[in-house]
């Protein structure tokens, strides 16, 4: 069974954070690449950040050195700390298992940020 669920979102101002968190079950997580990736109104769907099981991290040049991604593989479990938040960063946020067969995508969390 295949389960992706993220939490975490909301409304801020400007400058705030949110964490956003995304569980997953253990038959997607383990050995795959786990990324964020966000859809703002009227634009595509774009990546934010992913991680690979071995740690490596890329990120979107808009987010670097505000966000940081990370992984428990012990929780199966991945996180988007979004710190200096900006109004241009409203969007849903999916988190997506990156499988070799096919890709995941949980139901998405919205944040908000107001100027």
């Known amino acids: 069974q295949v389960r992706l669920v993220e939490s975490g979102g909301g409304s801020v101002q400007a400058g705030g954070s949110l964490r956003l968190s995304c569980s997953a079950s253990?038959?997607?997580?383990?050995?795959?690449?786990m990324g964020w990736y966000r859809q703002a109104p009227g634009k595509q769907r774009e990546l934010v950040a992913r991680?690979?099981?071995?740690?490596?991290?890329n990120y979107v040049d808009s987010v670097k050195g505000r966000f940081t991604i990370t992984r428990d593989n012990a929780r199966n479990t991945v996180y988007l700390q979004m710190n200096n938040l900006k109004p241009e960063d409203t969007a849903v946020y999916y988190c997506?298992?990156?499988?070799?067969?096919?890709?995941?995508w949980g139901q998405g969390t919205q944040v908000t940020v107001s100027s």
């Open positions: 997506a298992a990156e499988t070799p067969s096919q890709w995941y």
């Open positions: 253990r038959n997607i997580f383990s050995n795959n690449v």
């Open positions: 991680i690979s099981s071995g740690g490596m991290i």
